[in-house]
């Protein structure tokens, strides 16, 4: 296989037919949601006029755009890499009445510009490692407004106590990965206030990403078998999903939600 067509398959494997490309739920965004409009309930003065404006980075298929569009007055900018990500989220916002509230573009996170504050909400579920993530906090915060909301989730260690052969297989994936501690300094000394942050649940993982997921890859072993290098390409993807089944218990997401 070509790099063209290594990346292909990539994003066979990472297909737009499922519905989120990456953990989460339903659920976490609505209780990172409730945390956003809990800290605009009390500080009212501050509070962003409607419809807000916000912007999905690295948006996928759209689980968490459209969640925003049924719940928000806002308008949504919904960003990816991949534009069969955007065509699905679009096909589904259709569906669910929300496509108005919802504007789709292709963009590679790491030369998006944006003017200053140009939102009052920034979302960003398991992606903002593809700008680096401490590069993309200083960013986000350019583009919000004072008062604005960034909701965040980043690969953590969750305890310190992780095996070797987990930090070592962990490690290789991301190198850049560290604690939460570690993290909120960061988000500090990038100057937001943490108004919150919780764990993302092991059903984000299992249920919601990696169970449709393992169901793919097996359909693409049945499709490409005898073919060496696709079904090495299936067995990384394999080896991610095992190696979090084995411990789970050291790593995971970690949801901040900040203000500027
Ligand atoms: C782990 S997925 C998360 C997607 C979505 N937020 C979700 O939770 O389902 C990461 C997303 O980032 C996108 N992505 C990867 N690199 C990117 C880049 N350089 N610029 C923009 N998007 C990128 C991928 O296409 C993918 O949709």
Not at 41 to 63: H, N, S, V
Not at 67 to 96: F, K
Request: negative net charge.
């Amino acid at each position: 296989m070509n790099d063209h067509e290594r990346n292909d398959f990539f994003y066979e494997m990472f297909h737009p037919s499922l519905a989120r490309l990456g953990p989460g739920s339903e659920a976490t965004t609505l209780r990172a949601l409730d945390c956003i409009r809990a800290a605009m309930a009390r500080d009212e003065p501050r509070r962003p006029a409607t419809p807000l404006r916000i912007l999905d980075l690295g948006c996928g298929t759209g689980p968490q755009s459209l969640v925003l569009a049924r719940h928000l007055d806002g308008r949504i900018l919904a960003t990816d890499l991949q534009s069969a990500n955007l065509e699905a989220l679009r096909r589904r916002a259709e569906a669910q009445g929300v496509a108005e509230k919802i504007e789709t573009r292709v963009h590679d996170m790491r030369t998006l510009e944006f003017p200053e504050r140009s939102f009052d909400l920034i979302w960003s579920e398991g992606a903002l490692f593809c700008m680096g993530f401490r590069e993309g906090l200083a960013r986000c915060r350019n583009w919000l407004s004072p008062g604005g909301f960034f909701a965040v989730s980043e690969l953590c260690y969750l305890r310190p106590d992780a095996p070797p052969e987990c930090r070592r297989y962990i490690e290789g994936a991301y190198p850049a990965i560290t604690d939460v501690e570690t993290n909120l300094s960061a988000m500090r000394e990038c100057g937001y206030t943490v108004i919150d942050h919780f764990e993302s649940p092991v059903t984000d993982w299992l249920d919601e990403f990696y169970n449709p997921l393992e169901r793919r890859l097996n359909l693409l072993r049945e499709r490409h078998a005898g073919d060496a290098e696709r079904m090495d390409m299936i067995q990384g993807i394999q080896a991610e999903i095992d190696n979090y089944r084995q411990y789970s218990a050291y790593y995971g997401y970690e949801f901040f939600i900040l203000r500027r």
